[in-house]
């Protein structure tokens, strides 16, 4: 079964430094991966996803990007994080479900971010 | 694109009764509706669907009823217990596709009372 990796748990960063956040996948090939984020007591905001290596698309604009080097590695970064990026980062991989007849998604355990 | 709109933003209840949540989709062409439940500080668990080929769906004390008429559907716990209390999400997609993605509510605050 796949198995969602998130790195770091937990980010204290100071405003306008860098930020590299980084998701990897087992027990899959190919899958589709996902960014997204969770401000403290808010919904879940679909940042990017990815179909494959080197193919992003991004949901909202903002001082965020993502990038795919490997099939299974998913990061997410920002040259210069701002105090609203705070927030619980989650990575998810879309996965078929066996017997329903179609596919999920499923989410790491993500990290959880402060920028002061 | 595909809206979906989530009610109530929190609920309370009292341990034993139960609890229902509802959302409605914008997209006739969405066919598959998870619910997620998230923990204080966890992530979200996927803990039931329905795909549109059926109306309604049980597991134990949960299920989730789909109404594609309305473009409707619900989460019912029965005989909620302190464990159920969380935010729980409801989600919809077209499914299948390279270009696959769900829209999620903005979720349910849910207390169950002792």
């Known amino acids: 079964s796949q198995t969602i990796h998130q790195w770091p748990a937990t980010l204290v960063q100071p405003v306008g430094s860098p930020l590299s956040l980084e998701c990897t996948v087992e027990?899959?090939?190919?899958?589709?991966l996902y960014w997204y984020r969770q401000a403290a007591g808010r919904g879940l905001q679909l940042l990017f996803y990815s179909v494959g290596i080197g193919q992003i698309s991004s949901e909202v604009p903002q001082n965020l990007s993502a990038s795919r080097p490997q099939d299974r590695q998913f990061i997410l970064s920002s040259k210069k994080l701002l105090l609203s990026d705070s927030g619980f980062y989650l990575c998810a991989c879309r996965r078929v479900l066996r017997g329903s007849g179609g596919d999920t998604q499923y989410f790491g355990p993500g990290t959880r971010l402060t920028v002061l | 694109g595909e809206n979906v709109e989530q009610h109530p933003s929190t609920l309370s209840v009292q341990e034993g009764d139960s609890a229902v949540i509802k959302c409605t989709y914008s997209?006739?062409?969405?066919?598959?509706f998870p619910w997620y439940k998230q923990e204080l500080g966890k992530r979200p668990q996927l803990i039931i669907d329905i795909r549109s080929n059926v109306g309604e769906k049980k597991d134990q004390r949960i299920a989730v009823t789909l109404n594609k008429t309305a473009k409707h559907f619900s989460l019912h716990i029965t005989e909620t217990q302190p464990e159920d209390s969380a935010v729980y999400f409801c989600a919809a997609s077209r499914g299948g596709g390279s270009n696959y993605k769900l829209t999620f509510g903005k979720g349910t605050l849910l207390t169950v009372n002792p």
């Open positions: 997209d006739s062409a969405s066919n598959y």
């Open positions: 027990g899959t090939s190919n899958p589709n």
